[in-house]
């Protein structure tokens, strides 16, 4: 039987793995890239798709940092990993570690995290932390207690887990050929945008593409910090996995957004919220709402003239919409229901 390899074996020569490295797993990577036409004309641009990180194994493009980030944990004999988190961080950290056979600690800001995502966290196993104050706070006291020898902090400060998440530009052009003309995606931490700059970047190095995209970065205008120049005290949006107000990676992600000729801007929650439900009804797909704010930024650059409609993009879609399946529910229309007969429903169908 053949198992699909994992970011760690099939990018093996592009990561700073040894022979001492687990081949940690959960066969995470390998992700959909889909195609949408009716998206694309929505959006105003003559080609989209959509990289579906929702598909990996907890939902979140976090699986492809994490899994290396806790193998070169296990391979420095750590005995436990810890990191702060608005809820896909910890998902991920508390999956990988149960996997490696480590204990996980993960912080989380107080009454900010979709239930979808404590319940993972919770599942596998990890230490569930609960800390008064915002994901700015927890990630403080997160630092403080990473620096114990044998605990390894695992938030996007970990340079592993940046260098795990380039595999996603590696993907991306596999399946086009070479790099879109323009990469869309959601800005939190900042920790995503630089890992897939660096990613396209060495494709072009080492795997003979062609070209690099214009990177646009989508934040929440209630959590904008790179928009506005400074941290944001107390962040607000929809979207929990981008409502983050210090970005530990602050000065890379401004690089990736300069130096790609692209840019990172803010979108509204109506609009990410209009985005999000639309992408699920023209595409099929399910994401988070923190997800759409990628579409949504596009739209918007398009609208502003900032991207020509004659375009190749692809939007990254970071995390799966049942993260977050009470915000889903919230905006539902409620079931109609019926007697258990064929009339009322068609009554009910207006057929």
């Given at each position: 039987?053949?198992?699909?390899?994992?970011?760690?074996?099939?990018?093996?020569?592009?990561?700073?793995?040894?022979?001492?490295?687990?081949?940690?797993?959960?066969?995470?990577?390998?992700?959909?890239?889909?195609?949408?036409?009716?998206?694309?004309?929505?959006?105003?641009?003559?080609?989209?798709?959509?990289?579906?990180?929702?598909?990996?194994?907890?939902?979140?493009?976090?699986?492809?940092?994490?899994?290396?980030?806790?193998?070169?944990?296990?391979?420095?004999?750590?005995?436990?990993?810890?990191?702060?988190?608005?809820?896909?961080?910890?998902?991920?950290?508390?999956?990988?570690?149960?996997?490696?056979?480590?204990?996980?600690?993960?912080?989380?800001?107080?009454?900010?995290?979709?239930?979808?995502?404590?319940?993972?966290?919770?599942?596998?196993?990890?230490?569930?932390?609960?800390?008064?104050?915002n994901f700015d706070d927890a990630l403080n006291v997160a630092r403080d207690a990473g620096a114990a020898p044998d605990v390894s902090l695992v938030n996007s400060v970990n340079p592993f887990r940046i260098e795990g998440q380039t595999t996603s530009a590696y993907e991306i052009?596999?399946?086009?050929?070479?790099?879109?003309?323009?990469?869309?995606?959601?800005?939190?931490?900042?920790?995503?945008?630089?890992?897939?700059?660096?990613?396209?970047?060495?494709?072009?190095?080492?795997?003979?593409?062609?070209?690099?995209?214009?990177?646009?970065?989508?934040?929440?205008?209630?959590?904008?910090?790179?928009?506005?120049?400074?941290?944001?005290?107390?962040?607000?949006?929809?979207?929990?996995?981008?409502?983050?107000?210090?970005?530990?990676?602050?000065?890379?992600?401004?690089?990736?957004?300069?130096?790609?000729?692209?840019?990172?801007?803010?979108?509204?929650?109506?609009?990410?919220?209009?985005?999000?439900?639309?992408?699920?009804?023209?595409?099929?797909?399910?994401?988070?709402?923190?997800?759409?704010?990628?579409?949504?930024?596009?739209?918007?650059?398009?609208?502003?003239?900032?991207?020509?409609?004659?375009?190749?993009?692809?939007?990254?879609?970071?995390?799966?919409?049942?993260?977050?399946?009470?915000?889903?529910?919230?905006?539902?229309?409620?079931?109609?229901?019926?007697?258990?007969?064929?009339?009322?429903?068609?009554?009910?169908?207006?057929?």
């Open positions: 039987m053949s198992l699909r390899p994992g970011i760690i074996e099939r990018w093996r020569s592009d990561l700073p793995v040894t022979d001492a490295t687990p081949l940690l797993s959960l066969q995470e990577g390998d992700t959909p890239l889909l195609p949408s036409a009716s998206l694309a004309a929505w959006v105003g641009v003559s080609e989209l798709y959509l990289k579906f990180e929702g598909a990996n194994p907890t939902g979140s493009f976090k699986d492809r940092g994490m899994v290396l980030a806790v193998a070169k944990a296990a391979e420095a004999g750590a005995r436990a990993i810890l990191c702060a988190s608005t809820g896909n961080t910890a998902a991920s950290a508390a999956a990988y570690a149960a996997a490696a056979g480590l204990q996980a600690v993960v912080l989380l800001p107080e009454g900010k995290v979709a239930a979808g995502k404590l319940a993972q966290a919770v599942i596998y196993g990890a230490s569930v932390i609960t800390v008064r104050g052009c596999d399946a086009l050929g070479d790099a879109p003309t323009v990469l869309a995606l959601p800005v939190g931490n900042g920790g995503n945008i630089t890992a897939y700059w660096l990613g396209f970047r060495r494709a072009v190095e080492r795997h003979g593409v062609r070209s690099l995209p214009r990177i646009i970065g989508a934040q929440a205008e209630g959590a904008a910090p790179f928009v506005h120049g400074h941290p944001i005290e107390s962040p607000e949006t929809v979207a929990s996995a981008i409502r983050i107000g210090n970005p530990a990676t602050w000065q890379p992600a401004l690089d990736a957004a300069h130096d790609s000729g692209g840019l990172i801007g803010a979108v509204s929650d109506s609009e990410i919220l209009d985005a999000w439900k639309t992408i699920a009804r023209l595409s099929g797909t399910f994401c988070e709402p923190a997800s759409a704010a990628s579409v949504a930024m596009l739209r918007k650059c398009v609208a502003d003239g900032a991207v020509a409609r004659d375009t190749q993009c692809v939007c990254v879609l970071t995390g799966n919409g049942l993260k977050d399946a009470d915000r889903a529910l919230s905006v539902a229309m409620p079931p109609i229901v019926i007697e258990p007969d064929a009339g009322a429903l068609a009554r009910a169908l207006k057929w």
